[in-house]
């Protein structure tokens, strides 16, 4: 008889967002003529940049034609994007990153999933607490944990607390760990990270033997100028660090789908052995086994994103997203509440009030003024007593949304 990964049986009953979405569809069935406004995923709601719609409209017309037609592309992705990417995302800040160490993927949360293929089942893993839930969860479906306890954490993980007493930046671990995941702009706390704090981690990476998984899928939202937007402005980043990148959020592809993964070719990791393997040639191979790449279309559509016409309109779209989110910010920090993140980043990280739980706020915004947010305690324990509520919403929206809150506050 056919036999499961019972790995899986070990997640917690649903994932964040499908229960988000359970409560919400109950509430609009048992209440059509609510007008529910969602700010609660990550899902952009602004339409493309023109400049990618004309390249992917181009792209489509090119499938049409024989003389242009694409067939299957490189698993990696077309050169034309990655010397795009290499370019303007990191020589242009100082870090020698080179095209052949770029792989263009259909997401981020896809890569930062799949990247466990080619590391072992025996490192020590640290997260953050809160934490981004894709972390945690491919590695428990993938063995690399134990059972789940009563606050929620899963044994064989090195839980790093952030919270406002530490500015939302986790502290160095005392113990050794191998795999580290950071987040900065970070989701779900919005908060960033210092090029000193990142070289403190670099420089315990690199004396432990450990490897960083760098998830920068909000570089785009940082305008502080003196704060990094790659780990690799950070001096010896290209020795422990695989950074992962996405096109959804500044130029808005949550639909389209393109995202880059960066393995220098610098990084290795040991074998059972004890010998120095290239991660860049695993990586290679995974991809060029598992991966198809994206489509031609997509890719044309990403490569927009770097011309002149391209950066004037994403820029223009994540202005778009930080004004929304200082609206939030303002409204409710007017109101009383306590508010964390949402000036360099597209989140803003609200206390519960009144001692309110995680989801017994939700179930208060949701029903008393129509509003969806995002409980905290689904990103981790430490995010008990918070929420998350997203600025990806059109103006009017996050205007309204903001008006129904501070009524029901004050």
Known sequence: MATINDNYLKLKAGYLFPEIARRVNAFA?????AAIIKLGIGDVTEPLPTACCEAMTKAVVDMGDRSTFQGYGPEQGYAWLREKIAKFDFQARGCDIDASEIFVSDGSKC???NILDIFGDRNSIAVTDPVYPVYVDTNVMAGHTGEVNAKGEYEGFVYLPISAENNFTAEIPKEKVDLIYLCFPNNPTGSTATKAHLQAWVDYALSHGSIIFFDAAYEAFITDPDLPHSIYEIVGAKNCAIEFRSFSKNA???GTRCAFTVVPKTLTAKAADG??????KLWNRRQSTKFNGVSYIVQRGAEAVYSSEGQAQIK??????LENAKIIRQKLIAAGVAVYGGVNAPYVWVKTPNGLSSWDFFDQLLQGCHVVCTPGSGFGAAGEGYVRISAFNSRKNVEEAMARITDKLS
């Open 29 to 33: 069935q048992a209440h059509p003529e």
């Open 275 to 280: 010998s120095d393997v290239e991660l860049w």
């Open 316 to 321: 223009a779209l994540v202005e778009f997203y």
């Open 252 to 254: 808005g592809f949550t």
């Open 111 to 113: 890569d930062s999933g």
